[in-house]
C-alpha cells in the first residue's frame, strides 16, 4: 500500500529557533513532492514543491529530497508564531501521479 | 496567481435536504478538479476526480449517488451533496493542479457543511 508518513506531533519550537518536519514516502518511484501548510479550519495553501534530489530554498524555507532514502524535510529558519499550523506532505506516486497525504505535523511555535 | 473560489463558506441545512457546493477556476483551466472531505483533525480524504466534459471517478467507499459532482466546463465543478444526513457534516474542499497532474494543487476555500 502506498504510504506518506508524518510525525503527527504536536512539535514545539522557540520562536527564532529552526523548525525540522519530516516525510517519509514508500514508493520508490514518486515524482513530486509538495509541502503544504493548514491553518485550523482553512484549507491547505502550498508552501514548497520539490522534484529533485538535494534543497530548494524559498525565503525562510528550504525542502530537502532523498530519493534514496524516500523522505522529503521542511526546515523553516527563525520560526515565527504565525507558522503554527498543521503541515501536510504531500507525493504523487505512480504514472498516474496519484496523490497521496500524509496525516500532517501540528508545528507550534512558542513565543 | 491562480485562484479556485469556492462557494458557499459555510451552509447549514437540516436533514434530508440537499446541498449543492461550486468551485471555480478564475484564471485559468481545469480539465481536473479533485473533491476532498476532511474531518476535525483529520487529514484530507479524496472523495473523487471531477474530469471535464466526462463522469467523475470516485473513491472506493464514497457513494456516487449521494455526491453527485458535475463538471461541465473548464471552470466549474460542482458537488451536491444529496439528502444530507448529520454525518455528513464536515469541511469540503476543491482543488485544481495549475498545469498538469503532477503540477502542485490549488485549493478552494473550503465549505463547512452541518447537517442539524
Known amino acids: 500500500q502506498k504510504e506518506v508518513e508524518q510525525n503527527s506531533g504536536p512539535l514545539s519550537v522557540p520562536e527564532g529557533a529552526i523548525a525540522s518536519l519530516n516525510c517519509t514516502y514508500s514508493d520508490r518511484v514518486s515524482q513530486s513532492f509538495f509541502w503544504y501548510r493548514q491553518y485550523s479550519g482553512k484549507s491547505p495553501e502550498l508552501i514548497m514543491s520539490?522534484?529533485s534530489n538535494g534543497d530548494k530554498e524559498d525565503g525562510r524555507f528550504t525542502a530537502q529530497l532523498n530519493k534514496a532514502s524516500q523522505y522529503v524535510s521542511l526546515l523553516i529558519r527563525d520560526s515565527q508564531p504565525s507558522d503554527s499550523a498543521t503541515y501536510l506532505c504531500?507525493?504523487?506516486?505512480?504514472?498516474?501521479?496519484?496523490?497521496?497525504w500524509g496525516a500532517g505535523t501540528k508545528l507550534i511555535i512558542k513565543p | 496567481g491562480a485562484v479556485v473560489s469556492q462557494h458557499p463558506s459555510r451552509v447549514i441545512c437540516k436533514s434530508g435536504t440537499s446541498v449543492k457546493i461550486e468551485c471555480r477556476s478564475l484564471?485559468?483551466?481545469?480539465?481536473?478538479m479533485f473533491w476532498y472531505r476532511q474531518f476535525p483533525k483529520k487529514s484530507l480524504m479524496l472523495m473523487a476526480t471531477?474530469?471535464?466534459?466526462?463522469?467523475?471517478?470516485?473513491e472506493q467507499g464514497v457513494e456516487k449517488d449521494k455526491f453527485l459532482i458535475n463538471h461541465a466546463s473548464l471552470t466549474l465543478s460542482t458537488l451536491t451533496v444529496t439528502s444530507a444526513h448529520p454525518e455528513d457534516s464536515s469541511f469540503y474542499i476543491c482543488?485544481?493542479?495549475?498545469?498538469?497532474?503532477?503540477?502542485?494543487?490549488?485549493f478552494g476555500n473550503g465549505t463547512r457543511l452541518t447537517v442539524t
Open positions: 471531477s474530469n471535464e466534459g466526462s463522469k467523475a471517478t470516485y
Open positions: 520539490i522534484y
Open positions: 504531500a507525493v504523487t506516486m505512480d504514472s498516474n501521479y496519484q496523490l497521496i
Open positions: 484564471d485559468f483551466q481545469a480539465t481536473t
Open positions: 482543488s485544481a493542479p495549475i498545469n498538469d497532474l503532477n503540477s502542485p494543487l490549488h
